[in-house]
């Protein structure tokens, strides 16, 4: 069974500070990778994603994640955040395969918050 | 290009009530698959329809049924419903392949009294 662990339920950061928001999975199978962030009374919208090659996936809005296989985690990081960038972040996981199955398990969510 | 649509944007029913909601897909996309979100949690998976059929369940009871319309359209159904039942429900659609982006929809928010 697949689980999605996102460590930090919320993350208080400073304009123009760097950031890091973590998260860990577990799958018995290889797995697909995402980030998305929904902001206030809306949907998601997807961040970035990793299916494979460069372990470092650049997405929009100047953040960026790094798979680590040997560690299972998909760490998101933005060098500098902006007022803007406050939110709800999840990170989810698909499992790829024969089953051809591609729903998405996610986290528990952070809220970043972005302090003037 | 709308994007995926949902109807309606909220809800209010009673215990024992029944519900169905609505979703176009994203142009072009076959799959349609339909999360629920309680508050302060991630979504979570109730099931996936590609070719007018039920792909792939989530752990939900059989209270929750769906439907997928030729034009790749979906309808969520939620039968005698419970206080519990009280969420975001959001719809996502997508190529089927596996690694597709799913995009979601802005959701629909029930409110079960």
């Known amino acids: 069974a697949q689980s999605v662990t996102q460590l930090d339920s919320q993350v208080p950061v400073f304009e123009e500070a760097p950031v890091e928001l973590r998260c860990n999975y577990s799958?018995?199978?290889?797995?697909?990778l995402f980030w998305y962030v929904q902001y206030p009374n809306q949907g998601l919208q997807l961040l970035l994603k990793?299916?494979?090659?460069?372990?470092l996936v650049k997405g929009i809005n100047g953040f960026e994640a790094e798979f680590n296989k040997s560690q299972t985690s998909f760490h998101l990081r933005k060098p500098s955040v902006h007022i803007s960038d406050t939110a709800e972040y999840f990170c989810?996981?698909?499992?790829?395969?024969?089953?051809?199955?591609?729903?998405?398990?996610f986290g528990t969510g952070t809220r970043l918050t972005v302090i003037p | 290009d709308a994007g995926v649509t949902q109807s309606p944007t909220h809800l209010i029913k009673t215990r024992g009530q029944q519900v169905t909601l609505r979703c176009s897909p994203k142009?072009?996309?076959?799959?349609v698959s339909w999360y629920q979100q309680a508050l302060g949690q991630g979504p979570q998976f109730i099931f996936q329809?590609?070719?007018?059929?039920?792909?792939q369940r989530g752990n939900f009871p059989d209270r929750f049924s769906g439907h997928q319309f030729p034009n790749y359209s979906s309808e969520l159904n939620v039968n005698a419903l419970l206080l519990g039942d009280s969420a975001l429900y959001l719809c996502?659609?997508?190529?089927?392949?596996?690694?597709?982006?799913?995009?979601f929809g802005p959701g629909t928010r029930l409110l079960v009294l």
């Open positions: 142009s072009g996309h076959d799959t």
């Open positions: 989810a996981v698909s499992e790829w395969g024969l089953t051809g199955a591609n729903n998405l398990f």
């Open positions: 329809y590609y070719e007018e059929e039920e792909r």
């Open positions: 799958s018995s199978v290889s797995v697909y």
């Open positions: 996502a659609s997508s190529l089927i392949s596996g690694g597709e982006t799913q995009y």
């Open positions: 990793y299916l494979s090659g460069s372990t």
